[in-house]
């Protein structure tokens, strides 16, 4: 059974910072791919950012400058450092897990960036 551990989401101050941390197991087959999306309410996820097991890095414009995404070789664990965040992005970040043939994802952890 897959599971995904997700937390760091919470309440902040626009400017302020958070640090997203997944943890997924019980995946057979390599993960070649962990990442991050966000979910605003009644819209589709984009993708935040992603990160191989090889330990290269992937960004779209919403991740790109301030924020950045960490995976320790080897492990299936992907942390997300998010700085100067603003309202617009409070919303729905969700972890996702992918391989050959396969693609996972968390329940998420809401971010609300608010004064």
């Known amino acids: 059974q897959v599971q995904f551990v997700e937390s760091g989401g919470g309440l902040v101050q626009p400017g302020g910072s958070l640090r997203l941390s997944c943890a997924v197991s019980?995946?057979?087959?390599?993960?070649?791919?962990m990442g991050w999306y966000y979910q605003a309410p009644g819209k589709q996820r984009e993708q935040v950012a992603a990160a191989t097991d090889t330990g290269g890095t992937h960004y779209e414009a919403r991740g790109r400058g301030r924020f950045t995404i960490s995976r320790p070789v080897g492990k299936n664990t992907v942390d997300l450092q998010m700085n100067d965040l603003r309202p617009e992005d409070t919303g729905v970040y969700l972890c996702?897990?992918?391989?050959?043939?396969?693609?996972?994802w968390g329940q998420g952890t809401q971010v609300t960036v608010s004064s």
């Open positions: 996702n897990a992918g391989g050959l043939g396969f693609e996972y």
């Open positions: 019980g995946i057979d087959g390599g993960i070649h791919y």
